[in-house]
């Protein structure tokens, strides 16, 4: 399993920007997806969740302004953020878990690399 997260980039404040997280080989099976961010000298926190029983939640900082979605038949994870301001800066992670094939009992994490968000004008 692998994720790839992509469409970072450089925006400036009140600005838009989509980003992607293509799962190979399917995206069917998760229990959980998310989207995390690490701005610079924080820990990792959670930006906004997806379960697999379709409950969503976001992080108080980014409610109203930010969507998570997924194309199930492209197997990709979308993360809308519209009105970024500067403290959403940082590197954007997209994270799932599944449960293991031969014990479902048991779950394991998948990260993949992280995307340069950078707001500022």
């Known amino acids: 399993v692998q994720l790839q997260a992509s469409g970072g980039g450089l925006v400036q404040p009140g600005g838009s920007l989509r980003l992607s997280c293509a799962v190979f080989?399917?995206?069917?099976?998760?229990?959980?997806m998310d989207w995390y961010r690490q701005a610079p000298g924080k820990q990792r926190e959670v930006v906004a969740s997806?379960?697999?029983?379709?409950?969503?939640n976001y992080g108080d900082s980014v409610k109203g302004r930010f969507t998570i979605s997924t194309d199930n038949t492209k197997n990709i994870m979308y993360l809308q953020m519209n009105s970024l301001k500067p403290e959403d800066t940082g590197i954007y992670y997209c994270?799932?878990?599944?449960?293991?094939?031969?014990?479902?009992?048991?779950?394991?994490?998948?990260w993949g690399r992280g995307t340069q968000v950078t707001v500022s004008s």
């Open positions: 994270h799932g878990r599944k449960p293991l094939p031969w014990d479902a009992r048991v779950e394991r994490d998948y």
């Open positions: 080989p399917s995206i069917s099976g998760f229990n959980t």
């Open positions: 997806f379960s697999s029983g379709g409950v969503v």
